[in-house]
């Protein structure tokens, strides 16, 4: 085996082993290759699926084949189109494009009822009236072999008509399944006569009436793959134990058959796992539901759609998910590396700004000695440090500014490098203030800090040398928004939802592990008057969104609510893994 080829991950090598042997067709063809991504519209894609769909669709357009996208719409009574909606958009959001229109396991209803009547026919399926308790019992456990339901012999002529009166809605919901007549003592449990229909008397999204009666997963999942001509059915780890009980159902509807159906390979790899998250899309819909988040697309959800809205990048998500690898061990990801991946993109590419989140007032006292203490002077401000191409700015800067109340203590600490009574800072690209005085209110809150500042430091620069060759040197360096022309916004600091490594593994319950702090909002920011639109500067993001890095802050979007009666800014990330240091 060639260097090259050990590079590869293990699907890529069964696939160029597929390839050379011609299993679907010309040997050497790499264009029969057909994947397809395929998601229950019942909730919003998260974080996981991500890693699914670069697979999938990747090995599709690597080998010139085609990727499809196929929604499992089998259970009306959790689906709604919103879904439909929002995974279209997220798989789009991704770069991922499927071929052809999008698929429904609704479409193949009929073929699917048609397949089941002939597994009846041939004594390979049958009518239960067990309640799903007694059902749950007959199967027994790895330990103990199942036994057989009742019904189980029942003659085919009857099953047949029962299964009419199922499908057709004469038969109440939970009042009896179709099950597929197998082996109650296989060893693996999923063989153990499974449930293939069940009786749902709910409206269908784009079926409407028609039908009463729906496939389980697990009947559906094979024969929809098998109807696309899916070359590769790639699937996570938990579906290793299924793909036996897809087999068998493929190679009975074969049996006897003179035009066999398609046979889908089906391979598994592990799927993504990431700290801090839960990844239920259950508990994912309880914490939507009993609104502790505002929605599926809050900007703590690990939904694509809040990962999205918090200003993450599809780039981002792709190089995390690229160097995870494709393994068939399951491990846990750390947050912070996805978050890094984030902060890799985003220091490259996203424009800097000022903003101050929680604001005093700076005044330099001597502002107008000489002159107009009302003038105001342009300064150039770099744009991004980290693109050659992005230029300077024009900011003004005049007598009154706003800095962040942290960085002023009547008191300072020793190795507290701002400001202070008689301490000298520079802002950033400003000049050099230095606190003379400072004004409070009835509670002892500063109100307003008093500088003096150097005229020689224009900028931001050092100030020249004494006559002895020695130059002032400070410490620190603010960022600072002019006072007479800037723009109030709303700046909501997003964190991660949960406190804990895996949330609920103390107690049992996710919820006991909610971060109290996962969100606060700021009322009272100040930010350039340049962040109202869209200036010649920023890159064009390829949703639209745009990005920013506030200067000494963080990683910042504009939130879809935003407007330019009241700008909203979602933190996307710290500068730092601040969660790091707490471990």
């Known amino acids: 085996m060639t260097e090259a080829v050990q590079q590869r991950h293990f699907i890529q090598q069964i696939i160029d082993s597929d390839i050379e042997s011609g299993k679907w067709g010309t040997p050497g063809d790499r264009s029969v290759v057909t994947t397809r991504f395929p998601p229950e519209p019942n909730g919003y894609l998260h974080i996981g699926h991500a890693k699914a769909i670069f697979i999938c669709h990747g090995l599709a357009r690597e080998f010139g084949g085609r990727f499809n996208l196929r929604f499992d719409d089998t259970n009306p009574a959790a689906e709604e189109a919103?879904?439909?909606?929002?995974?279209?958009?997220?798989?789009?959001?991704?770069?991922?494009?499927?071929?052809?229109?999008?698929?429904?396991?609704?479409?193949?209803?009929?073929?699917?009822?048609?397949?089941?009547?002939?597994?009846?026919?041939?004594?390979?399926?049958?009518?239960?009236?067990?309640?799903?308790?007694?059902?749950?019992?007959?199967?027994?456990?790895?330990?103990?072999?199942?036994?057989?339901?009742?019904?189980?012999?029942?003659?085919?002529?009857?099953?047949?008509?029962?299964?009419?009166?199922?499908?057709?809605?004469?038969?109440?919901?939970?009042k009896m399944v179709l099950r597929a007549k197998i082996d109650m003592a296989h060893s693996n449990m999923n063989m153990r006569d499974p449930v293939m229909y069940r009786v749902v008397n709910t409206p269908h999204h784009r079926t409407g009436d028609k039908w009463h009666i729906y496939p389980m997963y697990d009947w559906a999942h094979g024969l929809e793959d098998s109807i696309e001509g899916v070359t590769h059915s790639l699937c996570s780890l938990e579906f290793e134990d299924h793909r036996p009980l897809y087999n068998w159902f493929i190679d009975a509807i074969n049996k006897d058959r003179d035009n066999p159906i398609h046979h889908p390979q089906q391979i598994e790899f592990s799927r993504l796992a990431i700290s801090y998250t839960n990844m239920s899309k259950r508990y994912m819909r309880q914490v939507v539901e009993e609104n502790i988040v505002m929605g599926w697309d809050d900007p703590r959800m690990i939904t694509l759609a809040g990962f999205r809205r918090r200003g993450f990048t599809p780039e981002s998500i792709h190089d995390f998910v690229t160097g995870v690898g494709v393994t068939k061990f399951n491990a846990m990801m750390d947050m912070g590396r996805l978050e890094g991946a984030l902060r890799d993109d985003l220091n490259k590419r996203a424009p800097r700004r000022m903003a101050v989140l929680d604001p005093i007032k700076l005044v330099i006292t001597n502002w107008g000695d000489g002159g107009d203490e009302s003038r105001v002077e342009m300064m150039d401000v770099i744009n991004n440090p980290e693109d050659d191409s992005a230029e300077t700015r024009q900011v003004p800067f005049g007598k009154e500014l706003w800095i962040e109340r942290e960085d002023f203590m009547i008191d300072p600490p020793k190795k507290f490098f701002r400001l202070g009574p008689d301490r000298e800072v520079r802002l950033r690209c400003g000049y050099w203030v230095r606190c003379h005085d400072y004004t409070q209110d009835s509670e002892g809150n500063i109100t307003e800090v008093h500088c003096t500042y150097d005229p020689t430091t224009r900028g931001g620069n050092n100030p020249p040398a004494d006559e002895e060759g020695n130059v002032r040197k400070v410490k620190g360096t603010l960022h600072w928004v002019y006072a007479g022309d800037c723009v109030d916004a709303e700046i909501r600091l997003f964190d991660r939802l949960?406190?804990?490594?895996?949330?609920?593994?103390?107690?049992?319950?996710?919820?006991?592990?909610?971060?109290?702090?996962?969100?606060?909002?700021?009322?009272?920011?100040?930010?350039?008057?340049?962040?109202?639109?869209?200036?010649?500067?920023?890159p064009e993001w390829s949703d639209g969104i745009r990005r920013f890095q506030f200067e000494r802050t963080g990683y910042f979007c504009i939130d879809r609510e935003s407007c330019n009666d009241k700008l909203v800014f979602n933190r996307t990330a710290t500068l730092r893994d601040s969660w790091a240091k707490q471990r």
Do not use: C
């Open 82 to 174: 919103e879904f439909v909606e929002s995974i279209t958009h997220d798989i789009h959001w991704l770069g991922a494009h499927w071929d052809g229109d999008v698929l429904f396991a609704s479409d193949y209803f009929d073929k699917m009822h048609g397949w089941a009547v002939d597994l009846i026919n041939k004594g390979l399926a049958y009518v239960d009236e067990s309640t799903p308790e007694q059902i749950r019992e007959m199967r027994g456990s790895t330990e103990v072999p199942g036994t057989n339901s009742p019904f189980r012999d029942r003659p085919i002529s009857e099953s047949l008509d029962l299964f009419d009166q199922m499908t057709h809605g004469k038969i109440e919901n939970g």
């Open 498 to 538: 949960y406190k804990a490594e895996k949330p609920g593994k103390a107690t049992g319950n996710h919820l006991d592990d909610l971060n109290e702090h996962s969100l606060e909002i700021s009322n009272r920011a100040k930010v350039e008057r340049s962040l109202l639109n869209k200036t010649p500067d920023e």
